[in-house]
């Protein structure tokens, strides 16, 4: 894939931040680096990182996407107040691909879990 200011940019501001921004974070980050991007270049570009595995796109349960540099395996907690998305460095249960195929007969390739509930600092107002 061929780079460009744009993706530089928006690689800068995931790389940036933990805090698995929607695009539309992204593209306030990334105007005032590059004040006349537009919304749908923002989008363009998050789905040809995507699509190149250069970024991770977190779309669970309907909500809206969040866009995530880390790539390593790893959970995430999301917020049911604020909406917030959060890293979890918790030690992955790889087991649970081999107990689900050998129970079902599905060949499983990696899955994703997501926890759910209040983040501390909603708890705390």
């Known amino acids: 894939m061929r780079k460009t ?11 940036g931040t933990t805090s698995h921004p929607t695009a539309d974070w992204v593209y306030s980050e990334v105007r005032k680096e590059i004040p006349n991007i537009s919304l749908g270049t923002v ?3 998050l789905r040809l990182l995507c699509q190149s595995g250069e970024i991770a796109e977190l779309a669970l349960c309907g909500n809206l996407s969040r866009f995530d540099a880390r790539l390593d395996d790893h959970y995430h907690f999301r917020c049911e107040k604020c909406g917030r998305v959060f890293d979890v460095d918790e030690l992955l249960t790889e087991d649970i691909n081999d107990r689900v195929a050998r129970k079902t007969g599905f060949v499983v390739e990696y899955h994703k879990i997501e926890f759910r509930g209040i983040c501390r600092e909603c708890q705390n107002s």
């Open 43 to 45: 989008y363009r570009n």
């Open 5 to 15: 200011r744009q993706k530089e940019a928006i690689m800068a501001v995931l790389r």
